[in-house]
């Protein structure tokens, strides 16, 4: 199994920035991607990031191209989320994720583990 922490969330106003953490433990040798997904009130939980465990390559969702950037260092095993130029309507509980059985980023239902999930809200 993997067990996932994050961190970072909070409030912040528009124009402003985050990062946001998550720490993985447990089997993370098995992680093919991790992802980063939100859920806003009364709304699905969506995809907003994704990085491949081993080669690093990123996916983002077209929301947040350009504003946001995710990066990982496997020493730490640790997944970021640097978030800027926040709006509010970035506003969510943050959710990361990690995907053990094949490359498929965005598909929320191939994530197998998830953290508990960290509040943003940014201010107007």
């Known amino acids: 199994q993997v067990q996932l922490a994050e961190s970072g969330g909070g409030l912040v106003q528009a124009g402003g920035s985050l990062r946001l953490s998550c720490a993985a433990s447990?089997?993370?040798?098995?992680?093919?991607?991790m992802g980063w997904f939100r859920q806003a009130p009364g709304k699905e939980r969506r995809f907003v990031a994704a990085i491949t465990w081993r080669g690093g390559s990123t996916y983002y969702a077209d929301s947040v191209k350009g504003r946001f950037t995710i990066s990982r260092d496997n020493a730490k095993n640790t997944v970021y989320l640097q978030m800027n130029s926040l709006k509010p309507e970035d506003t969510a509980v943050y959710y990361c994720?990690?995907?053990?059985?094949?490359?498929?980023?965005?598909?929320?239902?191939?994530?197998?583990?998830w953290g508990q999930g960290t509040q943003v809200t940014v201010s107007s």
């Open positions: 994720a990690a995907n053990t059985r094949r490359l498929t980023p965005t598909n929320r239902g191939d994530y197998d583990y």
């Open positions: 447990g089997r993370t040798f098995s992680t093919v991607v």
